[in-house]
């Protein structure tokens, strides 16, 4: 898949599951589970004991899913991920010679930041998207509306307290996409090896971003009508 078909899917999607997982059967059943609610993406963070092997593991045994690599801290560890399948690297901070090697690498990019300085700094190395970290503890979808006034043009994806409850106001601001962790990876679902309420909630979320998205678009529409 090549970087124009992972931005097209996670746009499409709009929302990009986070896995913290202990195992890689686990990080499988995960990605199982969210794929059945319909989001057929996952990121497997570098904090998961043997990152790199679940990473080669779900590409191989889930090839409907598209997977990409979390907490990718600098170049290295970007390149191992690209080596081990990855199709979209993730940071949770700006580190510019890691976008620069993505972006060499013909990888889809999303670099994190938090404030304006850090969100123009991460578009002017090459970064695809931005990722908004930690976006709810600094204002939630109100942080959001606000960078996006300046900075219309660059897609954003907030990350950390992203949940059912302010997904849609996520997408209202302006969002491109919504990173989800806990909220989406239940930890007793995870535990139990129980796919339904991962997969409730997978479905929840996709309804949450498909009808925030739907009133955007009629808004729009109506503006423009008048």
């Known amino acids: 898949m090549n970087k124009d078909q992972v931005r097209e899917r996670i746009s499409e999607t709009g929302i990009v599951p986070v896995v913290r997982a202990t195992s890689v059967d686990e990080a499988r059943f995960a990605a199982e589970s969210v794929a059945e609610g319909g989001i057929s993406i996952m990121e497997i963070t570098m904090t998961v004991p ?20 979390g907490t990718v ?26 976008v620069e ?19 123009l700094q991460a578009w002017g190395a090459g970064s695809d998207f931005i990722k908004i970290f930690p976006c709810a503890q600094v204002g939630g979808p109100d942080y959001i509306k ?43 679902a995870m535990r139990e ?23 955007l678009t009629a808004a729009r529409e109506a503006s423009g009508a008048r």
């Open 50 to 69: 043997g990152a790199m092997d679940v990473i080669r593991d779900l590409v191989k045994a889930l090839p409907g899913v598209m997977v990409g690599a």
């Open 73 to 98: 801290m600098d170049v290295e560890i970007g390149r191992r991920a690209i080596d081990a399948g990855a199709e979209f690297l993730v940071s949770p901070g700006l580190d510019v010679k890691t």
């Open 101 to 119: 090697m993505a972006t060499g690498a013909n990888v889809f990019m999303m670099a994190g930041a938090l404030t304006p300085t850090e969100v």
């Open 146 to 188: 606000a960078l996006k006034g300046p900075m219309p043009g660059i897609p954003m994806v907030p990350t950390g307290g992203v949940n059912l409850k302010n997904a849609a106001a996520f997408i209202l601001a302006g969002s491109a996409a919504l990173g989800v962790g806990a909220e989406l990876i239940l930890k007793e």
């Open 193 to 215: 090896r129980a796919a339904g309420p991962i997969r409730d909630v997978a479905r929840r979320f996709v309804e949450a971003v498909r009808d925030a998205r739907f009133h």
